[in-house]
Nanobody, 124 residues
């Protein structure tokens, strides 16, 4: 199994930037796609972005398109989420996840392993 360790969350003012990291270890060869999701109290965990390890193909939710950038460092088995122009609405717990199948990667069911989550708070 893949293990995922997240870092980089914190408190930032609106308009600021934050960079999240997700380091994968273990059976990393079983991971085809890495994704980022976020969740606020009382809401479903929602898709933010994804990236394929091999091709680097990316997907973004409409709400973050143009502001967030997902990337990966294959040598380090690490995925990043660069978050710019942050808004209070971006406040959430952010989770990284690994998908074996690589199908339906905008949806939670595609992912087999999840990180512990890291809190991102954007103040107005």
């Amino acid at each position: 199994q893949v293990q995922l360790v997240e870092s980089g969350g914190g408190l930032v003012q609106a308009g600021g930037s934050l960079r999240l990291s997700c380091a994968a270890s273990g059976r990393t060869f079983s991971s085809y796609v890495m994704g980022w999701f976020r969740q606020t109290p009382g809401k479903e965990r929602e898709f933010v972005s994804s990236i394929r390890w091999s091709s680097g193909y990316t997907e973004y939710a409409d709400s973050v398109q143009g502001r967030f950038t997902i990337s990966r460092d294959n040598a380090k088995n690490t995925v990043y989420l660069q978050m710019n122009s942050l808004k209070p609405e971006d406040t959430a717990i952010y989770y990284c996840a690994s998908s074996k199948s690589g199908y339906g990667t905008r949806y939670r069911a595609s992912y087999d392993v999840w990180g512990q989550g890291t809190q991102v708070t954007v103040s107005s």
